[in-house]
Each structure stands twice: as structure tokens, then as C-alpha cells.
């Protein structure tokens, strides 16, 4: 069993940035893929980035491209998801997800709790 805990959100000024965090517990996640999903109110759960087992690919939702970077350190077994220039449109709650396998295969198979960015205008 993978059990994840997000942490790093908070309430935002559009502009600003936040930096997530995901932390692995109980089993290792170093070896797995691992993804940043978000849910805005009332809204589909939606994919925003993604990234292989050694950090070496990654892939990101075309409205976050640009402004978030996903990366790693299998050493702390963290993955990380930096969000600069926020928008009020990024304001949702933000999952972490890994994946059984090495590469992302766009989905998650252990999700964990979420955690709130709110963008104010």
C-alpha cells in the first residue's frame, strides 16, 4: 500500500507562486511515476502534471505549461509541483497520485487527501 500526503497549499494573490509537496509514506515511491491532479468546484477532477520514475520525462496540462514544474527526489521520496504566475483559475484542490508503474500511464492507482490553492484576484 502507498499512502501520499500533500502538502504547500494555501491562499494566493494572482501572480504569486506556491510549491506542493507529496511525500510518500509506507512504501517507497521512488520507483513509481507520479502525477499532480486538480478539482476545482463543481468541475471534473482534472490531470496537470506528470512525471517518470528517475525525473527524466515529464508532461504537463497545456494550461499549466509554462508556469508549474513537477519534479523529484527519490532520496526524500517527495515529488514536488512548483506553481509560479497563479492565476484565480488555478484555484482547486490539488491531488497527488502515483502510479504501480516506472512510466505514466495517465492515470493514478494511489491518490492522496488534497490539498487547497486558492488564487485571489
Known amino acids: 500500500q502507498v499512502q501520499l500526503v500533500e502538502s504547500g497549499g494555501g491562499l494566493v494573490q494572482a501572480g504569486g507562486s506556491l510549491r506542493l509537496s507529496c511525500v510518500g509514506s509506507?512504501?517507497?515511491?521512488?520507483?513509481?511515476?507520479m502525477g499532480w491532479f486538480r478539482q476545482a468546484p463543481g468541475k471534473d477532477r482534472e490531470f496537470v502534471a506528470a512525471?517518470?520514475?528517475?525525473?527524466?520525462?515529464?508532461d504537463y496540462a497545456d494550461s499549466v505549461k509554462g508556469r508549474f514544474t513537477i519534479s523529484r527526489s527519490n532520496a526524500l521520496n517527495r515529488v514536488y509541483l512548483q506553481m509560479n504566475s497563479l492565476k484565480p483559475e488555478d484555484t482547486a484542490v490539488y491531488y497527488c497520485?502515483?502510479?504501480?508503474?516506472?512510466?505514466?500511464?495517465?492515470?493514478?492507482?494511489?491518490w492522496g487527501q488534497g490539498t487547497q490553492v486558492t488564487v485571489s484576484s
Open positions: 509506507i512504501r517507497s515511491i521512488s520507483s513509481r511515476a
Open positions: 512525471i517518470n520514475w528517475s525525473g527524466g520525462s515529464k
Open positions: 497520485a502515483a502510479s504501480r508503474d516506472g512510466s505514466w500511464g495517465g492515470r493514478g492507482d494511489y
